[in-house]
C-alpha cells in the first residue's frame, strides 16, 4: 500500500481501509502518509497546470482533486466530487491600508465560494471519499455549523445518512438552515461544541458512525489543497505569511503539512511562516503557545504542561465565548498537529477581540468580498502583526477567509443596523461597544423628494 495511516506520536502504522479517528495505542493523532517514491510525484508545480484544460473531467475540475498526485490516497476514480474549490485569491488593495500593507501585497484567499460556502468542503470531499471507499453507510460530526453544512450537502451526495451534533443555541442561521435543508438528522445537544464533540466521539465508535470532524486524517489531506490553490494563484511563488483563523485547529494543521510535504518533495524551495488568530474568547491556542510556552519539540510536546492548562480549564468550566462563532472552541482537538505547523512554518499565535474582528470584517465586505466573523480573524490578526512590526508592509500576506458573508447574517445586521436591540443583544454581552465601520440603513417616508433627498444628501 503506497498510502497508510501513520500516528504523529508514536509512529505506529495503520492500513487506509482502517476507520480510525486515534492512534490504538497511544491516543495521539493520525496523519495520511504517502511512499512517495513509489508514487507519480510531479517533478514541478507547474504540471498541475495541465489540468486547467481539462475541465470536463469532474476530477481535474474540482480545486482539490486536480491535485490528486498529492493526496493519492484512493485512486482517482472513486473519488467523490462535486466541483469543491473553485475560490478565489484577491489581491485586496481596497484592504490593504487598514491592514497596513503596501498595495499589492495583501491577498485574501476567498474560501466562501465552495458549494456549502465554507472551506469546510475541501476536507469533506475527501473524507466522504474515503468513508465511501470503507462501506460506511452513516456519517456524523459535531459543528458550530459548517461542519455540519458541508456533511449534510456531501452525506446527500453520496447517498449516506448524515447526523449532525450542534450545540443549542450556538449555531448561526445560515448554516442551521443548510443542515436541515440537506436532510442531516440534526441534535441540538444540550450544551456547547466542545460538549457536542465530545459525545459524538462517545457515540460513533458504539454505533459504528464515520466521524467527519477534523480528527478525520483524511478531511485534511483535502485541506492541503487551498494552499496549493494560493500557490496555484501566485504562479507557484511562495508567499511571505499565511494567516488563518484558529478553531479546531485542522485547517492550520492541514496547511502545515501541505507545506512541509512540498519542502520534502522538493516542489518548493522555502515555507511560508504561519499565524495562527484566536478570538480572545477561545484563546487556548494562544495562551498555550504564546504564554505558556508549548512547543511541539520535534515529536515531544511537554505533556505535562498541556495536559495542566486543559485541566485547569475542566476544573474552572471555563467555556469559549465569542462573536466568532466558527471558532468558538477551548478544546481544539488538533492542538498536537498544529504545534507541528508551527514549528514547520515557523509560525505565531495572536488572539484579537470581538471588536478587532467585527470593525476587519467591515472592511473586508467593503473591499467586496465578505465574510462570516471567524474568518475576519485573519486580516485582524494580519493587522496586529503589522502594528507589532512582526509583518513588514512589503511583505506578501495571504489571509484565509474561511466561509461565506451570508452563513452569518446576524452578526453583519447587528454591526450595521445600529439599533439598540441589535447593540443588548448580539454586540455588547460580546465586548463590541463601537461600530466605527458601519453602513447604516437608512428609513425614508414612501415619497419620491424625500427618496431623492435621501439619495442626492
Ligand atoms: C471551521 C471554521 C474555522 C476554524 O477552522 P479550524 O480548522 O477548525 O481551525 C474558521 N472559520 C470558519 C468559517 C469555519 O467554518
Ligand atoms: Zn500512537
Same mark, same amino acid.
Given at each position: 500500500?503506497t498510502?497508510?495511516?501513520?500516528?504523529?506520536?508514536?509512529?505506529?502504522?495503520?492500513?487506509?481501509?482502517?476507520?480510525l479517528?486515534?492512534?490504538?495505542?497511544? #491516543?495521539?493523532?493520525?496523519?495520511?502518509?504517502?511512499e512517495?517514491?513509489?508514487?507519480?510525484?510531479?517533478?514541478?508545480?507547474?504540471?498541475?497546470?495541465?489540468?486547467?484544460?481539462?475541465?470536463?473531467?469532474? =476530477?481535474?475540475?474540482?480545486?482539490?482533486?486536480?491535485?490528486?498526485?498529492?493526496?493519492?490516497f484512493?485512486?482517482?476514480?472513486k473519488?467523490?466530487? @462535486? +466541483?469543491?474549490?473553485?475560490?478565489?485569491?484577491q489581491?485586496?488593495?481596497?484592504?490593504?491600508?487598514?491592514? +497596513?500593507?503596501?498595495?499589492?501585497?495583501?491577498?485574501?484567499?476567498?474560501? +466562501?465560494?465552495?458549494?456549502?460556502?465554507?472551506f469546510k468542503?475541501n476536507?469533506?470531499?475527501?473524507?466522504?471519499?474515503?468513508?465511501?471507499?470503507?462501506? %460506511?453507510?452513516? %456519517?456524523?460530526?459535531?459543528?458550530?455549523?459548517?461542519?455540519? %453544512?458541508?456533511?449534510?450537502?456531501?452525506?446527500s451526495?453520496?447517498?449516506?445518512?448524515?447526523?449532525?451534533?450542534?450545540?443549542? +443555541?450556538?449555531?448561526?442561521? #445560515?448554516?442551521?438552515?443548510?443542515?436541515?435543508?440537506?436532510g442531516?438528522? !440534526?441534535?441540538?445537544?444540550?450544551?456547547?461544541?466542545?460538549?457536542?464533540?465530545?459525545?459524538?466521539?462517545?457515540?460513533?465508535?458504539?454505533?459504528?458512525?464515520?466521524?467527519?470532524?477534523?480528527?478525520?486524517?483524511?478531511?485534511?489531506? #483535502?485541506?492541503? !489543497?487551498?494552499?496549493?490553490?494560493?500557490?496555484e494563484?501566485?504562479?507557484?511563488?511562495?508567499?511571505?505569511?499565511?494567516?488563518?483563523? *484558529?478553531?479546531?485547529?485542522?485547517?492550520?494543521?492541514?496547511? *502545515?503539512?501541505?507545506?512541509?510535504?512540498?519542502?520534502?518533495?522538493?516542489? @518548493?524551495?522555502?515555507?511560508?511562516?504561519?499565524?495562527?488568530?484566536?478570538?480572545?474568547?477561545?484563546?487556548?491556542?494562544?495562551?498555550?503557545?504564546?504564554?505558556?510556552?508549548?512547543?511541539w519539540?520535534? #515529536?515531544?510536546?511537554?505533556r505535562?504542561?498541556?495536559e495542566?492548562?486543559?485541566?485547569?480549564?475542566?476544573?474552572?468550566?471555563?467555556?469559549?465565548?465569542t462573536?466568532?462563532?466558527?471558532?468558538?472552541?477551548?478544546?481544539?482537538?488538533?492542538?498536537?498537529?498544529?504545534?507541528? %505547523?508551527?514549528?514547520?512554518?515557523?509560525?505565531?499565535?495572536?488572539?484579537? =477581540?470581538?471588536?478587532?474582528?467585527?470593525?476587519?470584517?467591515?472592511?473586508?465586505?467593503?473591499?467586496?468580498l465578505?465574510?462570516?466573523p471567524?474568518?475576519?480573524?485573519?486580516?485582524? *490578526?494580519?493587522?496586529?502583526l503589522r502594528?507589532?512590526?512582526?509583518?513588514?508592509?512589503?511583505?506578501?500576506?495571504?489571509?484565509?477567509?474561511?466561509?461565506?458573508?451570508?452563513?452569518?447574517? =446576524?452578526?453583519?445586521?447587528?454591526?450595521?443596523?445600529?439599533?439598540?436591540?441589535?447593540?443588548?443583544?448580539v454586540?455588547?454581552?460580546?465586548?463590541?461597544?463601537?461600530?466605527?465601520?458601519?453602513?447604516?440603513?437608512?428609513?425614508?417616508?414612501?415619497?419620491?423628494?424625500?427618496?431623492?433627498?435621501?439619495?442626492?444628501?
Open positions: 500500500m498510502a497508510y495511516q501513520k500516528c504523529i506520536l508514536c509512529g505506529e502504522t495503520h492500513d487506509i481501509s482502517e476507520v479517528t486515534s492512534c490504538p495505542s497511544c #491516543g495521539g493523532l493520525l496523519d495520511v502518509e504517502y512517495w517514491d513509489k508514487l507519480p510525484v510531479p517533478k514541478s508545480l507547474k504540471e498541475f497546470e495541465k489540468k486547467w484544460s481539462e475541465r470536463s473531467v469532474p =476530477t481535474s475540475f474540482s480545486g482539490v482533486w486536480r491535485f490528486h498526485e498529492l493526496l493519492p484512493v485512486p482517482k476514480d473519488c467523490k466530487t @462535486i +466541483g469543491e474549490g473553485q475560490t478565489v485569491l489581491q485586496a488593495d481596497k484592504v490593504a491600508p487598514y491592514v +497596513g500593507m503596501n498595495a499589492g501585497n495583501l491577498y485574501l484567499q476567498y474560501e +466562501g465560494l465552495n458549494p456549502s460556502g465554507s468542503d476536507g469533506m470531499t475527501a473524507a466522504l471519499t474515503h468513508a465511501n471507499l470503507v462501506g %460506511a453507510k452513516r %456519517a456524523a460530526c459535531a459543528s458550530t455549523g459548517n461542519t455540519s %453544512a458541508s456533511l449534510a450537502l456531501y452525506a451526495l453520496t447517498g449516506l445518512k448524515s447526523v449532525v451534533f450542534v450545540g443549542s +443555541g450556538k449555531i448561526a442561521y #445560515g448554516k442551521l438552515s443548510q443542515a436541515l435543508d440537506y442531516a438528522l !440534526t441534535l441540538q445537544i444540550d450544551g456547547d461544541f466542545d460538549d457536542a464533540m465530545a459525545r459524538v466521539r462517545e457515540v460513533c465508535p458504539k454505533l459504528g458512525i464515520y466521524l467527519v470532524n477534523s480528527v478525520n486524517p483524511f478531511r485534511l489531506e #483535502g485541506q492541503k !489543497t487551498i494552499m496549493f490553490r494560493v500557490l494563484s501566485l504562479r507557484w511563488q511562495v508567499p511571505d505569511w499565511i494567516v488563518v483563523p *484558529g478553531g479546531n485547529l485542522g485547517n492550520s494543521s492541514s496547511f *502545515g503539512k501541505a507545506f512541509h510535504e512540498l519542502k520534502e518533495l522538493g516542489l @518548493i524551495d522555502r515555507v511560508p511562516r504561519l499565524a495562527v488568530i484566536n478570538a480572545h474568547g477561545a484563546n487556548t491556542l494562544y495562551e498555550m503557545y504564546e504564554k505558556n510556552g508549548a512547543r519539540n520535534g #515529536g515531544n510536546p511537554d505535562p504542561l498541556i495542566g492548562y486543559f485541566k485547569r480549564m475542566n476544573d474552572e468550566n471555563r467555556r469559549a465565548h462573536i466568532a462563532s466558527a471558532i468558538e472552541i477551548n478544546r481544539p482537538v488538533n492542538f498536537d498537529k498544529c504545534l507541528r %505547523a508551527l514549528e514547520w512554518c515557523n509560525g505565531l499565535v495572536r488572539e484579537v =477581540t470581538d471588536q478587532q474582528i467585527l470593525d476587519a470584517k467591515a472592511q473586508i465586505g467593503q473591499g467586496g465578505g465574510c462570516e471567524a474568518s475576519a480573524a485573519s486580516v485582524a *490578526g494580519a493587522k496586529l502594528e507589532e512590526g512582526v509583518i513588514a508592509p512589503s511583505d506578501r500576506v495571504v489571509c484565509i477567509l474561511t466561509g461565506h458573508l451570508l452563513k452569518d447574517p =446576524t452578526a453583519t445586521v447587528a454591526y450595521h443596523s445600529g439599533q439598540k436591540k441589535y447593540h443588548d443583544e454586540l455588547a454581552p460580546r465586548g463590541v461597544t463601537t461600530t466605527q465601520f458601519a453602513n447604516n440603513p437608512v428609513p425614508v417616508p414612501n415619497d419620491v423628494d424625500a427618496i431623492v433627498r435621501a439619495i442626492e444628501g
